[in-house]
């Protein structure tokens, strides 16, 4: 870490696991940069913190996230990049699929990630020890019915963690793979089934104790603090009542 305090950027900032993060990471002494498309909702969050920022951005906007970076510029580097953004468009079996939604979903979860690692990586090399941290999710390591399009974004995130560990093997530079499953979050399940709230309800309904966003964020946040020589390469964190993609155990 840099003697001042190092930065963070945190992208999905606005909600969920992207906003316990930027918090949980503040409490830790990070000054973090939010991201997000929502600016009201990072300024907001980002006043509440003690050293944070906020910085509108989409990240399947390449030129977007090359404008950030360039205002990045009087931050002499950047020590972690939380790639959080992403989400699900859909459950349709794939006969049915809109490629549309596929599309998307490999927009966000992949090639977001892709764009602000390549942006962000010069400057977190040059801080010494930089971490980049991929959120995937248990759905980039095993598929479920109804998973399709997410499924493949999410291994697609998986590649890009365990590629870039793999390019970047000697450099000061550690790749973190978060995969976490079932996180009940405000926005997650909405966002999924476009609005349709008693759809979204259904997916914990019975489950006792699915993850919060803080317990994400706090594994996520436990991860990046361990001295800077050991990676965590891959960290997969579910709710006890669920034990795999398909098998979670509901009361009612
Ligand atoms: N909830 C779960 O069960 C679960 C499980 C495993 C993995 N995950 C993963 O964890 C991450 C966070 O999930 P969550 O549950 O916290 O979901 P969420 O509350 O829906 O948060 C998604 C965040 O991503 C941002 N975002 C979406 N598209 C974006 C874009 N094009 N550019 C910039 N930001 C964008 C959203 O902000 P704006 O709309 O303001 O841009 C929001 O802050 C996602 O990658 C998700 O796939 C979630």
């Known amino acids: 870490m840099t003697a001042e305090a190092p930065t963070a950027v945190v992208t999905g900032a606005s909600s969920g696991i992207g906003a316990a993060t930027a918090r949980a990471l503040a409490a830790a ?14 300024e907001a969050l ?15 906007d390449r030129a977007a996230v090359d ?3 360039a205002a990045l510029g009087h931050r002499p580097s ?35 990630v892709l764009h602000m690692t390549q942006a962000l990586l010069p400057a977190l090399t040059a801080s010494g020890e930089g971490t980049v941290v991929v ?17 493949a974004a999410k291994h697609g995130a998986h590649v890009i963690a365990e590629t870039l560990r ?3 093997c000697g450099e000061p530079v550690r790749v973190i793979e978060i995969a976490p499953g079932m996180v009940k979050t405000a926005e997650f399940a909405t966002t999924r089934f476009r609005g349709d709230t008693d759809k979204a309800a259904k997916v914990y309904e019975g489950v006792d104790q699915p993850l919060t966003a803080e ?19 891959l960290l997969v964190v579910r709710p006890r009542a669920q034990a795999s993609n398909t098998k979670v155990h509901r009361t009612t």
Do not use: C, Q
Request: no cysteine; charged share 20%.
């Open 29 to 42: 002494g990070y000054h973090v940069i939010l991201t997000a498309r929502r600016k009201d909702r990072i």
């Open 46 to 60: 980002a006043a509440e913190l003690p050293h944070a920022e906020a910085y509108a951005l989409d990240v399947t």
């Open 67 to 69: 404008a950030f970076t």
């Open 78 to 112: 950047v020590d972690v990049l939380v790639n959080n953004a992403g989400g699900a468009l859909g459950a349709e079996p794939v006969a049915t699929g809109d490629p549309a939604d596929w599309r998307a979903m490999y927009e966000v979860n992949v090639l977001g």
């Open 135 to 151: 959120l995937s999710s248990t759905a980039g390591h095993g598929t479920y019915e109804g998973g399709g399009g997410y499924v």
């Open 166 to 168: 793999l390019e970047l």
């Open 215 to 233: 317990d994400v964020a706090d594994t996520i946040t436990w991860a990046i603090t361990r001295p800077a020589h050991v990676n965590v390469d």
